[in-house]
């Protein structure tokens, strides 16, 4: 490896390290404006999001770039793939984050159906894969990544109670359908989260194995 090659992975590393850092914390605001109904805070998250895009933008050219002038081979070829994946799958979060920040302007002073239970919960769990996504992307560590991914189950089970439980409750409340509507959509969206922190994970299985493992395929890469 050029040390100009090396110094470019570098920089593109610490760049998607820091992007995943502001994921995550949007995500933490998001959840914090809905349960608080601040919308304040709301509105800050919703801001960030340009942020974000203008990081993903600035990532892919410095990945597109290193392609083009670099031509990588192997290992660095699998990492730059795998991070302009990764690229991509964080800038959905942010937007997932503005989602159910737009949602708690919405709803902002209005009581909810019943207290926030499980999509706070949904969130830590949603919150604790991302956070480790990004550990096992910096420290190649495919067995952290191997355990996020199994996390997903608890996400999925308790997007299918929300839904369920929120159905329920409309039944006596038909005045409240739009925040049912909406409150099905957090879920929603925190199950997206928790998908794509599985995708991360699964980028990093393909950086440091060279294995692909999703939609269950778990074979060497030729």
């Known amino acids: 490896m050029t040390e100009k090659m090396n110094q470019l992975l570098e920089t593109i590393k610490k760049d998607i390290i820091f992007m995943a850092n502001e994921v995550e914390d949007a995500i933490y605001k998001s959840l914090k404006a809905?349960?608080?109904?601040?919308?304040?805070?709301?509105?800050?998250?919703?801001?960030?999001?340009?942020?974000?895009?203008?990081?993903?933008?600035d990532i892919e050219n410095q990945i597109l770039a290193l392609l083009a002038l670099q031509q990588p081979v192997a290992v660095d070829l699998r990492f730059i793939v795998g991070a302009l994946k990764m690229n991509n799958d964080l800038e959905r979060i942010g937007d997932h984050a503005?989602?159910?920040?737009?949602?708690?302007i919405e709803l902002s002073g209005e009581?909810?159906?019943?207290?926030?239970?499980?999509?706070?919960?949904?969130?830590?769990?949603s919150r604790g894969m991302l956070h480790d996504a990004v550990l096992s992307f910096i420290n190649g560590d495919s067995d952290l990544a191997s355990d996020v991914i199994a996390r997903d189950n608890e996400v999925d089970n308790?997007?299918?109670?929300v839904r369920d439980e929120v159905v329920a409750l409309l039944r006596d409340h038909k005045d409240k359908i739009k925040q049912g509507v909406f409150l099905i959509s957090v879920a929603r969206d925190l199950e997206r989260v928790a998908d794509l922190a599985?995708?991360?994970?699964?980028?990093?299985?393909?950086?440091?194995?060279?294995?692909?493992?999703?939609?269950?395929?778990?074979?060497?890469?030729?």
């Open 158 to 161: 308790l997007y299918y109670t």
């Open 198 to 222: 599985t995708n991360l994970c699964e980028d990093v299985v393909f950086m440091k194995e060279a294995r692909i493992i999703r939609h269950g395929f778990d074979k060497e890469s030729k």
């Open 34 to 57: 809905l349960k608080k109904q601040d919308k304040k805070i709301a509105q800050d998250v919703i801001k960030g999001d340009k942020k974000i895009d203008k990081q993903e933008v």
């Open 98 to 104: 503005t989602n159910i920040a737009e949602i708690a």
């Open 111 to 125: 009581p909810y159906l019943k207290a926030l239970e499980d999509i706070p919960k949904m969130g830590k769990i």
